[in-house]
Nanobody, 128 residues
Framework: QVQLVESGGGLVQAGGSLRLSCAAS????????LGWFRQAPGKEREFVAA??????????YYADSVKGRFTISRDNAQNLVALEMNSLKPGDTAVYYC???????????????????WGQGTQVTVSS
């Protein structure tokens, strides 16, 4: 079982930055891939970024819409995953969710249905 708690959302102007954090419970944190997804009103939940740790190497992947602006990181010792968001746009406005799935291969999944554990979400609002 993994429990996830997000923090760090808020209101920011376009061009600004926010850092989201997700604290996870569980003794085998390093065995899980961690992902960030977001859902805007009236839209489906979409992949943002994900990271895994395998063979001593971190593997991180991003949605094209956030590549170059967002950075995902994890601290296996602290059971934390973070999402650094820069150059924010109004289109980034959404509820952001932290999620986890047990890692069965090197790469983390980009598919929401493959994540078994989810946080409660944190609102990010970017004003123009």
């Amino acid at each position: 079982q993994v429990q996830l708690v997000e923090s760090g959302g808020g209101l920011v102007q376009a061009g600004g930055s926010l850092r989201l954090s997700c604290a996870a419970s569980g003794r085998t944190f390093s065995s899980y891939a961690l992902g960030w997804f977001r859902q805007a009103p009236g839209k489906e939940r979409e992949f943002v970024a994900a990271i895994s740790w395998s063979g001593g190497v971190y593997y991180a992947y991003y949605a094209d819409s956030v590549k170059g602006r967002f950075t995902i990181s994890r601290d296996n010792a602290q059971n934390l995953v973070a999402l650094e968001m820069n150059s924010l746009k109004p289109g980034d406005t959404a509820v952001y969710y932290c999620a986890a799935h047990y890692l069965t291969s090197r790469d983390p999944s980009r598919i929401a249905d493959e994540y078994a554990y989810w946080g409660q979400g944190t609102q990010v609002t970017v004003s123009s």
